[in-house]
């Protein structure tokens, strides 16, 4: 994969957006989307099964779920219809103004702007690992790992 690929996947903070639950062409919307073609209608059989297994009798409120999964619809965060939760994202537009691809690349890396507490230490681990073995080499490492 070449640096460009990288950047279709990788956030500006360093995040996999592909690989977000939100993307809206990622892998968890399509599996989503299959799972919910292949449950039909599934409600009946949920029913019927929460005797012997109670656990079904919260089948609407996984269905309700696995739609939202389905219904992804965030270009990521150098798409135009960034839907991020992670609000407080200076990145996001910050990587515009100082023409980097990455927060690592910056002259002010790391600034006190990208958040606070566990997500900043991640940002920072995510980005000194980036700066470390490089962003390719970094990609290949994280998209072996779970994404939350």
Same mark, same amino acid.
């Given at each position: 994969?070449?640096?460009?690929?990288?950047?279709?996947?990788?956030?500006?903070?360093?995040?996999?957006?592909?690989?977000?639950?939100?993307?809206?062409?990622?892998?968890?919307?399509?599996?989503?989307?299959?799972?919910?073609?292949?449950?039909?209608? +599934?409600?009946?059989?949920?029913?019927?099964?929460?005797?012997?297994?109670?656990?079904?009798?919260?089948?609407?409120?996984?269905?309700?779920?696995?739609?939202?999964?389905?219904?992804?619809?965030?270009?990521?965060?150098?798409?135009?219809?960034?839907?991020?939760?992670?609000?407080?994202?200076?990145?996001?537009?910050?990587?515009?103004?100082?023409?980097?691809?990455?927060?690592?690349?910056?002259?002010?890396?790391?600034?006190?702007?990208?958040?606070?507490?566990?997500?900043?230490?991640?940002?920072?681990?995510?980005?000194?690992?980036?700066?470390?073995?490089?962003?390719?080499?970094?990609? +290949?490492?994280?998209?072996?790992?779970?994404?939350?």
């Amino acid at each position: 994969m070449e640096y460009s690929d990288v950047l279709k996947h990788l956030s500006p903070c360093g995040l996999d957006c592909v690989r977000c639950a939100d993307y809206e062409q990622g892998e968890i919307k399509q599996l989503s989307s299959r799972l919910i073609q292949l449950l039909g209608n +599934y409600k009946p059989v949920a029913k019927m099964k929460t005797e012997k297994q109670p656990i079904f009798n919260d089948y609407p409120q996984f269905n309700e779920i696995l739609k939202s999964f389905a219904n992804g619809i965030c270009s990521g965060c150098r798409g135009e219809n960034v839907q991020c939760p992670i609000t407080t994202c200076a990145a996001k537009t910050c990587h515009k103004d100082k023409s980097v691809d990455f927060c690592f690349q910056c002259a002010e890396y790391p600034c006190d702007k990208q958040f606070t507490g566990r997500l900043r230490d991640r940002w920072r681990y995510i980005n000194d690992r980036m700066k470390e073995i490089g962003v390719v080499e970094y990609y +290949y490492e994280q998209v072996k790992l779970p994404r939350y």
